[in-house]
């Protein structure tokens, strides 16, 4: 059973940063690569980022690219989220995931951590 666990979201104010982490159980952290989704209230969850199972390789969503930026420490097991400049329509509760055998498809989640970015 793979057990992830995010931390590190909270309230901010437009233009703040703040830096999320996740981390894994060590089997399953080392197998391939993690994502960052997020899902604001009424809305369908979307795809925010990817690193590869090496570290080098990372992948944004258009809203967040040059803003925010994901990386790993596969000694930690621990997948982090720094996140800058945010703007109220970052507002969402995100989730990490292990990818699965799609692309950008997750195959465990989470419980997710909320952010709130005041105007």
């Known amino acids: 059973q793979v057990q992830l666990v995010e931390s590190g979201g909270g309230l901010v104010q437009t233009g703040g940063s703040l830096t999320l982490s996740c981390t894994a159980s060590?089997?399953?952290?080392?197998?391939?690569?993690m994502l960052w989704f997020r899902q604001a209230p009424g809305k369908e969850r979307e795809f925010v980022a990817r690193?590869?199972?090496?570290?080098?390789?990372?992948y944004y969503a258009d809203s967040v690219k040059g803003r925010f930026a994901i990386s790993r420490d596969n000694v930690e097991n621990t997948v982090y989220l720094q996140m800058n400049q945010l703007k109220p329509e970052d507002t969402a509760t995100y989730y990490c995931?292990?990818?699965?055998?799609?692309?950008?498809?997750?195959?465990?989640w989470g419980q997710g951590t909320q952010v709130t970015v005041s105007p």
């Open positions: 690193i590869r199972r090496s570290g080098v390789g990372t």
């Open positions: 060590a089997r399953d952290f080392q197998s391939g690569a």
């Open positions: 995931a292990a990818e699965g055998s799609t692309w950008l498809t997750a195959a465990y």
